[in-house]
């Protein structure tokens, strides 16, 4: 806990007062503050009329607001084991300091030094996603968290909630970006406790009893602000998670989006429409963890570490991969002529095929037609995992899907 300055008032009060005046995610708490050297200073302009503000209700807040109210919210977080700290602290995430109208105060439990330098993925998606966006997730942020990778989440129900035990689980830390406020009740439920005891939950306000209502958008210029990466899940064409989008392309950080379980189904259709404008594929964690590897902090930051990645190289489960695919070459003896009976073309290049890919061309050519379910059963392998090979498949011209999730060659 920062300790409690003995002055008039400890000086994140000025901070946080000057938020409750000014509201969460606007710019004019900026543009007016240049020039001040202290906070306290520019606090009390503000507080006697000495400055324009622009809408009624700063006014209004100016006129009902007092140093006596933000100093109980400081007291609050204290009651509550939240700690707080201010742009101008050394504690405050360097990486967010770049973001547009980055929050005055931020209110945290956990260790907030992870946001400084660790690269992490935000990861966004539906609140109630099915058992393949579910899988998933699991399996991309277990990966993701094995190669030093945390991931952030918006600390809701569904995507996010798995996203942040995935990859605690697999050892991993993890972020909460709480848009309902640092004292909200779920931030102090069984899953907060989780992320703070590996990692940190974050808001920039305490509640909206202080601060007003609730406004995803700014929780989310937050999530991309600290995220070298977006990562969309499942989400539909109407999706809020969208709203993503437009922070991510102000800031240049690069968007993947997980390949729809059906690209038919509207609760997909923020991802298919994704990957249509160019967001990068991510059919398994190495896909962004690949990318990451090979990013560069911007000249003279020296803020992220990417480094430190871990990126699987050839070793014994690559070697066994290419055996085994060797091996099903031999065994299978699928003439290419009948892997794909198109008119297009009579032949096909088995070489780009990987060992399950093999294995599912086998079965298909043996029993004709399949649906996914029986091809995971028939070979041990997860749905989404048999999904991901179907569609690398589909985008080679290998299998066809038809109603219903059945499969069949060419």
Not at 114 to 137: F, H, Q
Not at 189 to 209: F, K, P, R
Not at 388 to 410: F, H, P, R, T
Request: hydrophobic content about 35%; proline content about 3%.
């Amino acid at each position: 806990m920062e300790n409690r300055i003995n002055t008039e008032y400890d000086n994140r009060v000025y901070w946080i007062w000057l938020t409750m005046v000014f509201g969460i995610g606007t710019d004019d708490f900026w543009k007016l503050c240049r020039g001040y050297r202290t906070v306290r200073d520019f606090a009390h302009d503000v507080m006697n009329g000495r400055l324009p503000l622009r809408t009624q209700r700063q006014k209004d807040r100016v006129a009902s607001v007092t140093f006596d109210d933000a100093s109980k919210v400081l007291e609050k977080c204290f009651d509550n084991g939240v700690e707080v700290t201010t742009f101008k602290s050394s504690r405050y995430p360097a990486r967010l300091k770049k973001t547009l109208s980055p929050p005055p105060v931020i209110y945290y439990r956990g260790d907030i030094t992870i946001l400084s330098d660790t690269p992490s993925v935000a990861v966004i998606g539906t609140r109630n996603p099915c058992e393949y966006s579910i899988d998933i997730t699991d399996s991309i942020c277990s990966g993701l968290a094995k190669s030093g990778i945390i991931t952030i989440s918006g600390f809701e129900e569904g995507v996010d909630v798995r996203a942040n035990s995935a990859s605690i689980n697999s050892g991993g830390r993890s972020v909460g970006v709480c848009g309902k406020g640092i004292l909200d009740q779920r931030t102090f439920s069984e899953q907060g406790d989780m992320i703070v005891s590996s990692g940190v939950l974050i808001a920039e306000y305490t509640d909206i009893n202080d601060f007003g209502r609730v406004l995803y958008d700014n929780r989310n210029r937050i999530m991309c602000g600290l995220a070298d990466v977006l990562l969309f899940v499942e989400c539909s064409d109407i999706s809020h998670g969208l709203n993503n989008v437009k922070h991510a392309e102000r800031m240049g950080i690069p968007i993947f989006a997980v390949p729809p379980a059906d690209i038919n189904d509207r609760h997909f259709f923020g991802q298919r429409n994704l990957l249509r404008n160019g967001a990068f594929s991510a059919f398994d964690a190495n896909d962004i963890i690949r990318y990451m590897s090979k990013m560069e902090s911007p000249e003279g930051d020296g803020l992220v570490k990417y480094s430190s990645i871990k990126v699987e190289k050839s070793d014994k489960t690559t070697n066994r991969k290419k055996k085994e695919r060797h091996n099903l070459n031999n065994n299978l003896k699928i003439p290419s002529e009948d892997l794909h009976n198109s008119q297009k073309s009579d032949t096909i290049d088995i070489s780009v095929l990987t060992g399950t890919q093999l294995e599912i061309a086998g079965l298909l050519k043996q029993n004709g037609e399949m649906y996914i379910d029986s091809i995971a059963e028939s070979l041990d392998i997860s749905v989404p995992e048999i999904m991901n090979e179907l569609l690398d498949m589909q985008m080679n011209g290998i299998v066809s899907e038809l109603a219903g999730k059945l499969y069949k060659l060419g």
